[in-house]
């Protein structure tokens, strides 16, 4: 089974995905962007606010393929637990939000995204979404690039709601301004409903 966890930037996903790893230590933990060298394209593009949209979405879709066929696809072979902090949605919300206040010209820029991935991903079974408003995720994360201004995050956070009206079977929504502790416990018992289906 593949379980993913997305949100905004600060949200707590990274907190609640380390305390998964006590409750499922047979699991691959995993993460996108990952730490191969198409990861560290990934982080070049980021570091740099000139960078064109379309390229950088294509560097993220690079290292998803990668990601897909050296981590995920083998653990899922395997009949393993994946839990993965960030995956293709995370490309959805943010890439579709970046092409859509550039001068590209695309159309509809979540769908083409989609669309994208279509042709070779692997759905996450099931998502949970780490639900914050755009100003305390900005704070959280504290707004250290270009990724985390407020009103980018306010458009990240637009897409993600469209992901889950258009597919509210696979997310499972966890009200992140609660305290980590609360985060984490409400995490563990959407995860333990969902292996235990
Ligand atoms: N529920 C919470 N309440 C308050 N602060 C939190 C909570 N969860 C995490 N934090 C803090 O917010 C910051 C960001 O947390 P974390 O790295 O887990 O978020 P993230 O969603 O993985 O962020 P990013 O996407 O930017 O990597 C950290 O300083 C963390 O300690
Ligand atoms: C996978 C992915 C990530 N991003 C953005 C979101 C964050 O601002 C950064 C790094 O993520 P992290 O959780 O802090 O490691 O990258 C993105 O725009 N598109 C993606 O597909």
Not at 28 to 51: H, I, K, L, N, Q
Not at 73 to 89: C, E, K
Not at 125 to 134: F, R, S
Request: aromatic share 8%; charged share 30%.
């Amino acid at each position: 089974m593949l379980i993913t966890l997305e949100g905004l930037d600060g949200s707590g996903k990274t907190t609640v995905w380390e305390a998964l790893q006590d409750v499922y230590p047979d699991a691959t933990f995993t993460c996108e962007p990952t730490d191969s060298w198409y990861g560290e394209a990934v982080s070049r593009s980021m570091a740099d606010s000139e960078a064109d949209p379309l390229a950088e979405l294509f560097l993220y879709t690079a290292d998803h393929a990668n990601h897909l066929s050296e981590t995920v696809r083998p653990a899922l072979a395997d009949g393993g637990l994946v839990i993965s902090d960030r995956y293709s949605d995370s490309r959805f919300a943010y890439q579709g939000a970046t092409i859509e206040r550039s001068d590209a010209d695309v159309q509809r820029p979540l769908e083409y995204v989609r669309g994208i991935h279509s042709a070779f991903s692997r759905p996450p079974d099931a998502t949970v979404y780490l639900d914050l408003d755009p100003q305390a995720a900005a704070e959280r994360a504290g707004r250290t690039d270009k990724f985390e201004r407020g009103g980018y995050l306010t458009a990240v956070r637009d897409n993600y709601e469209r992901l889950i009206d258009a597919d509210p079977g696979r997310f499972r929504r966890v009200d992140a301004t609660r305290a980590p502790e609360d985060v984490i416990a409400r995490v563990e018992e959407v995860v333990a409903d969902l292996v235990d289906r």
